[in-house]
């Protein structure tokens, strides 16, 4: 596992890693560990699921809601993948609803939060509560980005932590 996230971040060749992640599932459904088949999914859809990047997030979001997701840091990357997903196969209603829950955790888990998450959050549930019709909430989502850059600005590239949201 973690040779493939090295892989992933340092953005070398990840294929090789496909088959070696389908094993360490097998071993962690034979061992019965709900949190190391978690982290594997959430690991399997960034480097190996192809088209199926929507279903292992899923799956991921469906183990930790059960385990607690007080066990898993940045849980709500999930969520904001899935809102993402959604939105792209044109289903706005779930869309909304995973992004709402993204944005639950903003209080919970602060420390984790990338503020480009944030910001790319609000846009999906502006943009899929314009393509639902319910313009009140489509401005609400964007005025929410425009305060969140006025009362903090991207003066640094580099800064990317929400802490000062």
């Known amino acids: 596992m973690y040779e493939a996230f090295g892989a992933m971040v340092f953005q070398f060749r990840v294929e090789k890693y496909t088959r070696i992640l389908e094993q360490a599932m097998q071993v962690a459904n034979d061992l019965k560990d709900d949190q190391l088949m978690a982290e594997i ?15 292992y997030n899923l799956k991921a979001i469906e183990v930790q809601r059960r385990i607690g997701f007080s066990h898993f840091n940045t849980v709500q990357n999930r969520f904001f993948i899935v809102s993402n997903a959604l939105y792209h196969s044109q289903d706005y209603r779930q869309s909304v609803a995973y992004g709402l829950e993204c944005l639950s955790f903003l209080n919970i888990d602060k420390e984790h939060w990338l503020k480009k998450i ?6 999906i549930l502006g943009a899929s509560y314009k393509k639902l019709g319910i313009y009140d909430s489509t401005v609400y989502y964007y005025q929410k980005i425009l305060d969140t850059l006025h009362a903090n600005p991207d003066t640094e590239r580099s800064e990317e932590h929400t802490s000062e949201l």
């Not at 944030?118 to 846009?123: E, G, S, V």
């Open 41 to 55: 999914y959430v690991l399997y859809a960034e480097i190996a699921a192809n088209n199926n990047h929507l279903l």
């Open 118 to 123: 944030y910001i790319l959050q609000l846009d």
